[in-house]
């Protein structure tokens, strides 16, 4: 898999967007990118995945850089459930998956 | 329904028991996971049953046993652990026939060994 960097906290302020950042220099042509997020002491969630293509569902947009280099997931008005660690996770899709989750980036959305 | 359950919620053992975990889902999903969190740390991959048949073991101590009796249940059976085995173990399921990739997570059992 290919391996994937995220600051390790960034804070937004409720209500605004927050811009979160995944490098992932390494990722070949299959690969797609996903995201998940967990809420302190809950199972991680789906956000969205996308394989070069900007994304968009009801949670949140992903803005993949034309080279695939890199990602940001982009949450368009922040609020204080958003607060959660966020995982950028590179893999191909499809069977059964070995997930390997980085360190992710801790959001903190604040009043 | 895309919801993963877990039983217990919480659990609390001695060294010496023999415990299990529960996890269940109605999606129709035939890949089931295990996996184990400490805390502060990223969610680790331990097993990975597909089609009701392990297919990843990752070098898990054999004190921990899974088992999947049926496409919607995972078991996993604990015994003789160690304090260092405390932690949060989620479960999870997908369908690996799916073009997409998602992993439904339960909310997870917090597990205490004294």
């Known amino acids: 898999d290919a391996k994937t960097t995220q600051p390790p906290s960034m804070d937004c302020a409720e209500g605004r967007a927050a811009n979160l950042p995944c490098n992932h220099s390494?990722?070949?042509?299959?690969?797609?990118v996903y995201w998940y997020r967990q809420i302190h002491s809950q199972g991680p969630q789906y956000i969205i995945h996308g394989l070069k293509n900007n994304e968009t569902n009801e949670m949140a947009s992903l803005i993949i850089t034309e080279d695939r280099k890199s990602s940001t997931l982009i949450l368009p008005h922040a609020t204080l459930r958003d607060t959660a660690v966020y995982y950028c996770?590179?893999?191909?899709?499809?069977?059964?998956?070995?997930?390997?989750f980085g360190t992710g980036t801790k959001l903190q959305v604040i009043p | 329904d895309t919801e993963v359950t877990q039983t217990p919620k919480h659990l609390v053992m001695g060294m010496t028991n023999k415990k299990s975990l529960k996890c269940e889902q109605h999606?129709?999903?035939?890949?089931m996971y295990w996996y184990k969190q400490k805390a502060k740390k990223p969610p680790e991959l331990m097993f990975v049953?597909?089609?009701?048949?392990?297919?990843i073991n990752e070098s898990v101590p054999s004190r921990f046993s899974p088992e999947c009796p049926n496409s919607s249940l995972l078991n996993l059976h604990l015994h003789a652990l160690q304090p260092e085995d405390s932690a949060l173990y989620l479960c999870?399921?997908?369908?690996?026939?799916?073009?997409?990739?998602?992993?439904?997570f339960g909310p997870g059992t917090r597990l205490t060994v004294t």
């Open positions: 996770i590179v893999r191909v899709p499809g069977g059964y998956q070995k997930v390997t």
């Open positions: 049953y597909s089609y009701e048949k392990l297919s």
């Open positions: 999606m129709g999903h035939r890949a």
């Open positions: 390494t990722i070949s042509g299959n690969e797609y």
């Open positions: 999870a399921s997908s369908q690996p026939a799916s073009g997409s990739y998602e992993q439904y």
